[in-house]
C-alpha cells in the first residue's frame, strides 16, 4: 500500500510533472537506469547523476527514480528540487544545509535547509555542474560521511535523504573526487537516436504523422534537432499551427483537419516550409538543395527512390507514404504498464519501417545515422574503419536484438499473406515486398527457401490478388502475418545498414543499382559499370585519387587541404620554390636525388646543384625530416 506524505515546508509530495515516454531509443538507457535506482533506493548507496544534453528528458529519469522510489517504499516520497545555475552559491548552501540565526547577515532566525526537510525523501541537484567547486567539497563531505552540519552550527545532523543530479556538462566543471563518487547513467542526444524522432511527434500530437508527406518525414529524420527533444517539441507544435493556417486559412475547410484524412499537398508545402523558419533552426530547403546536387550530378533519382520508397520516405512532393493507409499503433502498449501510468513505451512497427527506409538511404550514401548534423548537407562520409565498428555498439544493436515473433506458420501462409496485403493496400505494399521483403527474406531460416521466388514469380506473372476473397478470420491472420512481415523488413534494414560495402555484389538489382547512382554523385564519375560481381575496391583500383574513395579506404588525402592561391599573390620567386617543393613532395625527399629532380625539371644535375632555390628547399626538408606540404597543382579546365 503506497501512503501520501504530508506537505513540509520545503519538500513536497511527489508528482510527476508529465506523461513520458519512453522511446525505443532510451529503452536500454532506462532499464540500466532502473537497476541503478534499485541498488541506490535498497542499500543507499552511491547517489546518481544522470547525464545528457539540454533537452534530452533528464526530467523524466528524476520522475522514474521518484516511480521507482515510491513503489519501493510504499509511500510517496517528499521532493526537492535545486537549479545550480540559477541560484548564487550561498544561497544554494542555505537551501540545502540551512543556517542558524546570526550565522549570516540577515540570517534572523533559525531555518532549516532541504537535507533536513525533506528527510527520506529526494533531493534533485539540476545542473550540478553549475554549482561551484568549494560547495561540491561541502557537498561531497555530506554525501561520505551521511551526515552534515547547519551553516553557523557544529551540531552534526543525521543525512536521510536520496540525492539525485543532472547536468549537461563535462567532468572538467566537476571536482574530480565528487565526480567519481556518483553513479552516472548517460542520455544520448536525438541524433544518436533518430529512430526516436517520429515517436515523440506522435507523442506530442496523436494525429501529426497523418498530415506529413514523405518527403517532410525524410527531411526531419535527416535533422540533427540540436535542441533535443525540446525542439521537437516546439516543431510539433508550430507544425499543428502551419497545418491549421493552411487548411482553415488558405482553403477555408474551416474543419478539423487532424480527424480528417487531409495532407499537405505540393504548394501547400512551399507555404509550409516558409512558416516553418519561425520555429527551429531546421531547414526543410536542405532536401532541396540535395536534389539539385544530385541533379548536376546526373544522378537517375527515380533509380534511388525504388530503394526506400516503400518504407514510407521520398525525396519528391508527389509519392505518398504511411499517412494515409495506415492507423499507427497506439503509444499506450501493454508493455507500458512495466512503467506504470505516467510512463508510455511501444514498439510501432509502422515508424520503424520508416526509419528502415532512412537507414538504407544512409547506406547507400555512406553517411553515419548518429551524424550530429543535417544526413542531406553531407559533410562527412564514413570510412572502412567506421563501418567495421558499425554493430558493437548503439541504438541498431538494441533494436537488432529484439525477438521477432516470426510464427512458424508464416512459411505456408506468406504467399496468401504478400498477396492480401498487395489488394489491402494496392501498389504501396506491392512494391514494399519486391524490394524490400525479397532483398532479405533469404536470410530468415524460418522460411522455406522456395517460398520467395514462388511468391514474385506468381505475383508478377497474371495472378492479381484483387481476385482474391478472404473470410473475416483469414484476414485477421494475414494482418498478423503483416505485423511480422514489418518486423522482419525493419531488422532485415538493420544489418543491411550494418552490413559490409564489399559485399554489395550480393544485393537485389535494385539496391546496386542505387549504389551506383549514389556512387556518381559521391565519387564525380559519371559511368559506373554496373556488372554481377561489382566492388567498390575495384573501383578504387581505377581511379587512384579520387576524394571520396580515398577517404573511404583510409588513403592519406592531403589534396583535400589543399588552397588556391590568386596569382597576383605569387611572385616568381615564390613559384620556383613551389616548384622544387612540388617535385620533392613526388620523390618523397629522401629519395630526391639531383639527378632525378633534374629529369623532371628538364635541367642537367650540375644545373640543379648550382640551383639556390632548389638547395635551399632540399636542406630545408632534410634537416627537419618532413615531407614537403605545399606543392603546385595546374589545373587543365574542362570545356
Known amino acids: 500500500m503506497v501512503t501520501q506524505n504530508k506537505d513540509t515546508e520545503y519538500?513536497?509530495?511527489?508528482?510527476?510533472?508529465?506523461?513520458?515516454?519512453i522511446p525505443p531509443g532510451l529503452e536500454e538507457t532506462i532499464k540500466r537506469f532502473e537497476i541503478q535506482c534499485i541498488n541506490n533506493i535498497n542499500n543507499d548507496s552511491r547517489p546518481l547523476l544522470i547525464h545528457g544534453p539540454t533537452g534530452t528528458g533528464k526530467s523524466m529519469f528524476v520522475d522514474y527514480y521518484a516511480f521507482i522510489y515510491t513503489n519501493i517504499k510504499g509511500k510517496t516520497p517528499n521532493i526537492a528540487y535545486i537549479n545550480c545555475a540559477a541560484l548564487p552559491s550561498a544561497l544554494i548552501d542555505s537551501l540545502l544545509f540551512g543556517h542558524t540565526k546570526g550565522a549570516f547577515t540577515g540570517a534572523d532566525k533559525n531555518k532549516i535547509g532541504y537535507f533536513e526537510s525533506v528527510k527520506d525523501g529526494i533531493i534533485v541537484l539540476e545542473e550540478m555542474g553549475e554549482m561551484p567547486k568549494h560547495l561540491q567539497a561541502k557537498l561531497l563531505l555530506a554525501i561520505e560521511s551521511r551526515i552534515f552540519s547547519k551553516l553557523g552550527s557544529v551540531t552534526p545532523i543525521k543525512l536521510e535523504c536520496q540525492i539525485l543530479a543532472t547536468t549537461n556538462v563535462q567532468k572538467t566543471k566537476f571536482r574530480d573526487d565528487l565526480w567519481y563518487r556518483f553513479d552516472s547513467v548517460s542520455i544520448p542526444a536525438i541524433h544518436k537516436r533518430r529512430i526516436d524522432i517520429l515517436y515523440y511527434m506522435k507523442f506530442f500530437n496523436e494525429r501529426i504523422l497523418h498530415i506529413l508527406s514523405p518527403k517532410m518525414l525524410f527531411s526531419l529524420l535527416a535533422y540533427n534537432w540540436p535542441g533535443n527533444v525540446r525542439e521537437i517539441e516546439k516543431v510539433c507544435s508550430g507544425l499543428i499551427q502551419n497545418a491549421s493556417y493552411i487548411f482553415n486559412e488558405i482553403h477555408s475547410l474551416n474543419t478539423n483537419f487532424l480527424t480528417e484524412n487531409l495532407k499537405i499537398d505540393c504548394y501547400d508545402q512551399r507555404v509550409f516550409f516558409s512558416l516553418q523558419k519561425n520555429f527551429t533552426d531546421l531547414n526543410l530547403n536542405n532536401i532541396e538543395i540535395f536534389k539539385e546536387k544530385l541533379a548536376t550530378s546526373e544522378v537517375d533519382i527515380e533509380n534511388l527512390e525504388m530503394c526506400w520508397l516503400s518504407s514510407g520516405l521520398s525525396l519528391n512532393d508527389d509519392k505518398e507514404g504511411f499517412g494515409k493507409d495506415f492507423e499507427f499503433e497506439e503509444l499506450i502498449t501493454k508493455s507500458s504498464k512495466t512503467y506504470g501510468e505516467y510512463f508510455l513505451s511501444s514498439k510501432i512497427l509502422e515508424i520503424?519501417?520508416?526509419?528502415?527506409?532512412?537507414?538504407?538511404?544512409?547506406?547507400?550514401?555512406?553517411?553515419?545515422?548518429?551524424?550530429?548534423?543535417?544526413?542531406?548537407?553531407?559533410?562527412?562520409?564514413?570510412?572502412?574503419?567506421?563501418?567495421?565498428?558499425?554493430?558493437?555498439?548503439?541504438?541498431?544493436?538494441?533494436?537488432?536484438?529484439?525477438?521477432?515473433?516470426?510464427?512458424?506458420?508464416?512459411?505456408?501462409?506468406?504467399?496468401?499473406?504478400?498477396?492480401?496485403?498487395?489488394?489491402?493496400?494496392?501498389?504501396?505494399?506491392?512494391?514494399f515486398h519486391i524490394y524490400g521483403l525479397y532483398s532479405f527474406i533469404l536470410l530468415t531460416d524460418n522460411v522455406d527457401k522456395d517460398v520467395p521466388d514462388k511468391i514474385f514469380d506468381y505475383a508478377l506473372s497474371n495472378g492479381h490478388p484483387n481476385k482474391h476473397n478472404y473470410d473475416n478470420e483469414t484476414k485477421k491472420e494475414l494482418l498478423k502475418n503483416k505485423k511480422m512481415i514489418l518486423a522482419l523488413y525493419s531488422k532485415s534494414c538493420f544489418e543491411f545498414y550494418e552490413s559490409d560495402i564489399e559485399l554489395s555484389y550480393t544485393w537485389t538489382e535494385c539496391l546496386r543499382i542505387g549504389l551506383c547512382e549514389s556512387l556518381k554523385f559521391l565519387t564525380k564519375i559519371k559511368h559506373i559499370n554496373l556488372t554481377e560481381q561489382f566492388q567498390l575496391k575495384d573501383l578504387h583500383a581505377s581511379n587512384k585519387d579520387n576524394i571520396f574513395l580515398d577517404h573511404f579506404y583510409g588513403v592519406e588525402i592531403n589534396h583535400l587541404e589543399s588552397q588556391e592561391i590568386p596569382i597576383d599573390k605569387i611572385s616568381l620567386d615564390d613559384l620556383e620554390e613551389l616548384y622544387f617543393e612540388t617535385i620533392l613532395h613526388h620523390l618523397r625527399n629522401g629519395k630526391a636525388t639531383q639527378e632525378k629532380v633534374g629529369n623532371i625539371a628538364g635541367?642537367?644535375?650540375?644545373?640543379?646543384?648550382?640551383?639556390?632555390?632548389?638547395?635551399?628547399?632540399?636542406?630545408?626538408?632534410?634537416?627537419?625530416?618532413?615531407?614537403?606540404?605545399?606543392?603546385?597543382v595546374l589545373l587543365n579546365p574542362q570545356s
Not at 11 to 21: C, S
Not at 613 to 625: L, M, Y
Open 11 to 21: 519538500g513536497l509530495p511527489w508528482k510527476p510533472r508529465n506523461t513520458w515516454l
Open 352 to 431: 520503424n519501417t520508416i526509419y528502415s527506409g532512412f537507414l538504407i538511404f544512409c547506406k547507400l550514401f555512406f553517411q553515419d545515422v548518429e551524424s550530429n548534423y543535417d544526413i542531406f548537407d553531407m559533410k562527412e562520409h564514413t570510412s572502412k574503419e567506421i563501418e567495421k565498428r558499425r554493430g558493437q555498439t548503439g541504438i541498431l544493436e538494441i533494436l537488432k536484438r529484439n525477438d521477432i515473433p516470426f510464427s512458424k506458420e508464416i512459411s505456408n501462409d506468406l504467399k496468401k499473406t504478400l498477396l492480401y496485403i498487395y489488394s489491402y493496400n494496392n501498389d504501396f505494399y506491392f512494391h
Open 603 to 632: 635541367r642537367k644535375k650540375g644545373s640543379i646543384s648550382k640551383n639556390k632555390t632548389f638547395r635551399k628547399v632540399d636542406e630545408k626538408f632534410r634537416n627537419s625530416n618532413k615531407n614537403p606540404s605545399k606543392r603546385m
